[in-house]
T-cell receptor
Framework: DAKTTQPPSMDCAEGRAANLPCNHS???????VYWYRQIHSQGPQYIIH???NNETNEMASLIITEDRKSSTLILPHATLRDTAVYYC????????????FGKGTRLSVIA | DSGVTQTPKHLITATGQRVTLRCSPR?????VYWYQQSLDQGLQFLIH???????AKGNILERFSAQQFPDLHSELNLSSLELGDSALYFC??????????????FGSGTRLTVV
C-alpha cells in the first residue's frame, strides 16, 4: 500500500509556481521523502529528496513540515515541459526496500 | 539520455510467445530494477538484482524471470504471454544495492504489445 496521499490532478499557469502537496502521516524517522516525475510514458525522473530539512536544487524545492507528516514540491516557474505525473514516495535510504510508486499527481501546465 | 539503455524500444508479439527485454545499467551502477507499467496498474516493481544476485521480488509472475550477468546487464524474460502483459517495462539502475540516497535512474522503457 502506498504510504503517501496526493491529489490526482492539478493545473498551473505557465510561469507561475507549481506547489504539489503530499501527505505522509505515517512516515518513520528513517524514511526519506522522494519526488519523481514521469513525462508522458518516458522513464520516471528523479527530482529531489529530503529527510527533515528543506531542500533545493536546480529543478525544484522541497518543503517538509516540522512534524514530517506532509511535504510540498515547488516548481518555481513552471513551463509547459513540466507537464507530467509527479510521484511522492517515502522510503528508507538503506535496505532492500524498492521504490514503490502510487498514482501520483498529474500536473498540467497551461499556457 | 539517462545512461540506462533498454532494448528493444517496441515489441509486438502474439499470445503464448516468449520475449526477452534487455537493460544495460549506467556505467558504475551495480543494481538493476525492473518495473511494469500498465494503464490500470501504474508502476509496479517486479524484481531487483545487485551485482548478479537477486535482492528483492515484487509482483512478478511465475511466467516472468530475470537475471543479471557478470557485465551487469540484465534481461527480463516473459513467457506464455497473455494480452494483459501488454505494458511498458522499465529498467532502472543505481550505484548501491539499496538505491542510495539519490534513488534510481530509469531507462526509456520497452513497450510490449501482445496481440
Amino acid at each position: 500500500d502506498a504510504k503517501t496521499t496526493q491529489p490526482p490532478s492539478m493545473d498551473c499557469a505557465e510561469g507561475r509556481a507549481a506547489n504539489l502537496p503530499c501527505n505522509h502521516s505515517t512516515i518513520s524517522g528513517n524514511e526519506y521523502v522522494y519526488w519523481y516525475r514521469q513525462i508522458h510514458s518516458q522513464g520516471p525522473q528523479y527530482i529531489i529528496h529530503g529527510l527533515k530539512n528543506n531542500e533545493t536544487n536546480e529543478m525544484a524545492s522541497l518543503i517538509i513540515t516540522e512534524d514530517r507528516k506532509s511535504s510540498t514540491l515547488i516548481l518555481p516557474h513552471a513551463t509547459l515541459r513540466d507537464t507530467a505525473v509527479y510521484y511522492c514516495i517515502v522510503r528508507v535510504a538503506a535496505g532492500n526496500t524498492p521504490l514503490v510508486f502510487g498514482k501520483g499527481t498529474r500536473l498540467s501546465v497551461i499556457a | 539520455d539517462s545512461g540506462v539503455t533498454q532494448t528493444p524500444k517496441h515489441l509486438i508479439t502474439a499470445t503464448g510467445q516468449r520475449v526477452t527485454l534487455r537493460c544495460s545499467p549506467r556505467s558504475g551502477d551495480l543494481s538493476v530494477y525492473w518495473y511494469q507499467q500498465s494503464l490500470d496498474q501504474g508502476l509496479q516493481f517486479l524484481i531487483h538484482y545487485y551485482n548478479g544476485e537477486e535482492r528483492a521480488k515484487g509482483n512478478i509472475l511465475e511466467r516472468f524471470s530475470a537475471q543479471q550477468f557478470p557485465d551487469l546487464h540484465s534481461e527480463l524474460n516473459l513467457s506464455s504471454l497473455e494480452l494483459g502483459d501488454s505494458a511498458l517495462y522499465f529498467c532502472a539502475s543505481s550505484v548501491e544495492g539499496t538505491g542510495g540516497l539519490k534513488g534510481y535512474t530509469f531507462g526509456s522503457g520497452t513497450r510490449l504489445t501482445v496481440v
